[in-house]
Nanobody, 123 residues
Framework: QVQLVESGGGLVQAGGSLRLSCAAS????????MGWFRQAPGKEREFLAA????????DYADPVKGRFIISRDNAKNTVYLQMNSLKPEDTAVYSCAASRYLLAGAVSEYPYWGQGTQVTVSS
């Protein structure tokens, strides 16, 4: 059974930083592209970043490019999202996901999802 468990969310002031973690089990972690998404109330789930199996390539959505950094540690079966210069509009539930596609950017390309962690950025 595949499990993805996020942690590291919380309340932070605008301009601050948070580091999210996603621990994976039940799958061969190094065989999966890992992605981060977020969903704000009343909005659709939004792609943020993805990292290839070996970490050799990453991809970012424009709203977070230059502020967020995705990384992974295959020895620990964990993917991270370092979030810097946070803004109130970054407030959302953040979820990690796993895909067999080489570099996946669409929700439909990810069959496995975590339950999400809340990030709230105050102004």
């Amino acid at each position: 059974q595949v499990q993805l468990v996020e942690s590291g969310g919380g309340l932070v002031q605008a301009g601050g930083s948070l580091r999210l973690s996603c621990a994976a089990s039940g799958l061969t972690f190094s065989s999966y592209t890992m992605g981060w998404f977020r969903q704000a109330p009343g909005k659709e789930r939004e792609f943020l970043a993805a990292i290839r199996r070996t970490g050799s390539r990453t991809d970012y959505a424009d709203p977070v490019k230059g502020r967020f950094i995705i990384s992974r540690d295959n020895a620990k079966n964990t993917v991270y999202l370092q979030m810097n210069s946070l803004k109130p509009e970054d407030t959302a539930v953040y979820s990690c996901a796993a895909s067999r596609y080489l570099l996946a950017g669409a929700v439909s390309e990810y069959p496995y999802w975590g339950q999400g962690t809340q990030v709230t950025v105050s102004s």
